[in-house]
């Protein structure tokens, strides 16, 4: 694949995004500040109800390629658990369909693994999801070549920190198994189903 027809791709996908991402930084101190209150269980996000009913329509290519790509980013390891075992990408999309999302981080992530499937069209001619390892490191560090690429990345890892550390009734951090990885003893008492904040 010639560089210049991938280059030209990437730039197409910078001029694309209708949200100014140039500056990653001040997008992630609002998700960071968040992060600080959801690691000491004070908020979360997501109904854990929309976790398990999506987990039967996370089998479209998009939904299949995200969660190919948080399972390279958080793999597989016998001392740690994985993006799968922590449930990243039905967190992921419960996240996406609550109505207090920010639109333009939705559409941006949407369009993004669109992005990610036609760079991996274009190098290995098939999705995200069906390439070896080695391509998929290939095919997102292409993606990480561009601003918009490095920062759809920046979003990905930030939300699987989320499904990581969340309480496990929001419907990330499955039986808690992030914060046994981590040791972090979370503050008690745990919020209940019906005592979710949004159900306050």
Avoid: C
């Avoid at 999309?93 to 639109?103: A, C, H, I, R, T």
């Avoid at 390439?131 to 290939?138: A, V």
């Amino acid at each position: 694949m010639n560089d210049s027809i991938i280059a030209e791709y990437l730039k197409s996908w910078d001029a694309s995004v209708s949200v100014d991402y140039s500056q990653p930084v001040k997008e992630l101190e609002a998700r960071r500040e968040f992060l600080k209150k959801l690691a000491l269980g004070a908020t979360a996000v997501v109904f854990a109800d929309t976790v398990l009913a999506n987990a039967a329509t996370l089998n479209t290519p998009s939904w299949q390629s995200i969660a190919a790509v948080h399972l390279y980013l958080f793999p597989v390891s016998k001392n740690q658990p994985d993006a799968k075992s922590i449930n990243a990408t039905a967190y992921l999309k419960s996240v996406l369909e609550w109505p207090g999302v920010d639109q333009a981080d939705k559409k941006f992530i949407l369009d993004g693994v669109g992005w990610l499937d036609g760079i991996s069209n274009k190098l290995f001619q098939n999705s995200f999801d069906l390439l070896t390892n080695e391509q998929k490191e290939k095919a997102l560090r292409t993606v990480e070549k561009s601003q918009a690429g490095e920062n759809w990345l920046s979003l990905m890892l930030l939300y699987l920190i989320e499904a990581l550390l969340t309480d496990p009734v929001y419907g990330g951090n499955v039986n808690g198994a992030g914060w046994v990885w981590l040791e972090h003893q979370p503050g008690y008492p745990l919020p209940l189903k019906d005592k979710r904040y949004f159900n306050l």
